[in-house]
């Protein structure tokens, strides 16, 4: 794991009131941050390293805490692959031009298990250690292309669980909350609330299957989702596409 | 993380219950091992190697796997200490000589932030590759040394969340179960059971605070909690201690 130091590398005031972001570099995970900063929280900002991401989407995740000025990035390092004969393991191709209006009751290929769990199982322990209550991740419940841990029963019961898991929940100091303030919203939605908070979606990226250079591939499931919100929000995605 | 096969590298028969057991290569969770075995399950065992672990616990953990005929046996790297400006990152001074019995008001500064919870999120993943339905992990509530993410109720939250994260849960295919068989056992009467269980306690370690050679402090608490339940047993420890 490395710690990047952006704005406040020396932690925050104790006044402010800090959470963690979960951030993937993503439009969703992007706009989650502006809205965590919208509601006066002090951002730090958690991305993973794991087998099945490119340095594409790291990258963006640097430029997304840089520009958007956390308390402190990090980047956590871990091994989804080696687990023995599993889809973790495999090369699996990204499936490309997918029906993904007709997709939610298939788990697509690109499901990591557990993924959500153990990013914020890290998530839970970081905010124990600054005292945060709150979390913030960008899962999304209408385009949720068929992962199981992005649904609001899920983040539920995780919000469940952390409040008994930690010594803060024992103790009664302070309640934990997970706010996925995307669950409800569509691409276009998220879109819109995007631009009205000022987000910069041309650092970001969204892309399954980028080009080394980091050009979105335009047919995988978030290239396509990430197409049509912003055309549906009546705007052009500023980032480039491979045709 | 490095795999490593033991007595069944190329997986399991179809006909087999697969389990992932958290196995730390101490005394509880090896005889939880030896509980899995004993219900029928194929056991596949997974370590944690992170800041504040000694090799000297990985290495029993790896005496335990190869002794006791697990399926696979994985080793996995997880990095707590790199949080700024935390206890995860301190170095601190293992307490000798505490009182035990009255300190389970008080979390210790052993306590790791959301562990357990990290642990879990890890075995979950594997279980959901594997199609197991169980997971098994050690964790004790009446000499649970005050750790919030020991406790049954936490247990139970971690299972509900569990069955909503997963593809499995999704799909009704199978309800994931996680077994904690100590959770109300006395440490006098983990090691009856293990004793029962044919379990050979001279190849495990429980001390927080071990010599290079492996020698435990006999003062920690984990130390004085161990040692008091073999004497409660009735039983001699096998493993050496510093005096």
Known sequence: MTGEPNTSPAGFPATSKPAVVLLSGGLDSTTVLAVAKRDGYTP??????????????????????????????????????????????????????????????????????????????????????????????????????????????????FETMANLATAAGVQGTHRLRIHAPLQHLTKAQIVALGHDLGVDYSITTSCYDPAPDGTACGHCDACQLRLRGFAEAGARDPIAYAD
């Open 44 to 157: 730090f900002a958690m991305t993973f390293r794991y087998g099945q991401r490119h340095s594409v989407e790291i990258d963006a995740a640097r430029r997304v805490a840089q520009a958007m000025g956390v308390a402190k990035h990090v980047v956590v390092d871990i091994d989804l692959r080696q687990w023995g004969g599993s889809a973790l393991t495999a090369d699996v191709d990204v499936p490309k031009d997918r029906d993904v209006d007709h997709a939610v009751d298939e788990i697509p290929v690109t499901y990591v298990p557990a993924r959500n769990t153990i990013f914020m199982s890290f998530a839970l322990a970081w905010a124990e250690v600054l005292g945060a209550d709150a979390i913030f991740i960008g899962v999304n419940a209408l385009d949720y292309s068929g992962y199981p841990d992005c649904r609001p029963e899920y983040v539920a019961a």
